[in-house]
């Protein structure tokens, strides 16, 4: 039962991060961006996972398709997403987000829980 109380409070710990770092992302994107991009809708959107492509705006009725891509440049150019060419389609990555999901378990565990944390399970 150790092992999985631990593994509850890093995932408690992870989800408090991303919350964390969606309010931040809210507040940084309200100063940078202007009133015509800026929704709140369209960030949290950025947060279901850790890339988004214009489809998913156009899916989530927050803008057509031209507008959408414009959305997606104005992020990029304040530096919360990163284009990336895939095909014939560009993802953008919400670049914060993939750091913090990439991050190792955090240092406040020892080397005992981080290998029952990560070992396969039986």
């Not at 991303?18 to 709140?40: P, Q």
């Not at 947060?47 to 489809?55: G, L, N, Q």
């Not at 398709?65 to 060419?85: C, D, F, P």
């Not at 014939?88 to 029952?116: C, G, H, M, W």
């Amino acid at each position: 039962m150790d092992a999985v109380e631990r593994t509850a409070v890093f995932s408690r710990e992870r989800i408090v991060q991303i919350r964390d770092l969606l309010a931040e992302t809210l507040i940084g994107c309200k100063k940078h961006l202007s009133k015509k991009v800026y929704s709140k809708e369209l960030i949290e959107l950025l947060f279901y996972r850790p890339y988004t492509k214009v489809e998913h705006l156009v899916e989530a009725g927050i803008a057509e398709r031209k507008t959408a891509t414009v959305y997606l440049s104005e992020l990029e150019r304040i530096g919360v997403l990163r284009k990336k060419k895939v095909g014939r389609e560009n993802l953008y990555l919400n670049v914060q987000l993939y750091d913090l999901l990439a991050r190792p378990l955090t240092s406040n565990n020892t080397k005992e829980e981080i290998q029952i944390l990560t070992s396969p399970m039986p």
